[in-house]
Nanobody, 125 residues
Framework: QVQLVESGGGLVQAGGSLRLSCAAS????????MAWFRQAPGKEREFVAA????????SYAASVKGRFTISRDNAKNMVYLQMNSLKAEDTAVYYC??????????????????WGQGTQVTVSS
């Protein structure tokens, strides 16, 4: 069982930066792949970025590649999403997710077993 709690969301101007954090409970955190998804009003949840259990491989959605960076600290049971050059279209609720598939960095939400409650990111243009 893994519990996830996101933080770091807020209101930022376009072009600005935010760093999201996801705190995970459970001693098996280092065996899970982790990801960030987001959901804008009236839209489906979409994949943002993922990192494998060791942190050695990552993947990104095309819309955020080059602007966002996912990372993890297994010693602290934390996952981060550094978001730079933010755009109005990045406005959404951002969710942290954990997959029991150790080396998974895919975008299928059904492969993620645990989800946080989400944190709101609003980018003003």
């Amino acid at each position: 069982q893994v519990q996830l709690v996101e933080s770091g969301g807020g209101l930022v101007q376009a072009g600005g930066s935010l760093r999201l954090s996801c705190a995970a409970s459970g001693r098996a955190f280092s065996s899970y792949s982790m990801a960030w998804f987001r959901q804008a009003p009236g839209k489906e949840r979409e994949f943002v970025a993922a990192v494998i259990s060791s942190g050695g491989s990552t993947s990104y959605a095309a819309s955020v590649k080059g602007r966002f960076t996912i990372s993890r600290d297994n010693a602290k049971n934390m996952v981060y999403l550094q978001m730079n050059s933010l755009k109005a279209e990045d406005t959404a609720v951002y969710y942290c997710a954990a997959s029991a598939l150790r080396y998974y960095t895919g975008n299928n939400p059904t492969n993620y077993n645990y989800w946080g409650q989400g944190t709101q990111v609003t980018v003003s243009s």
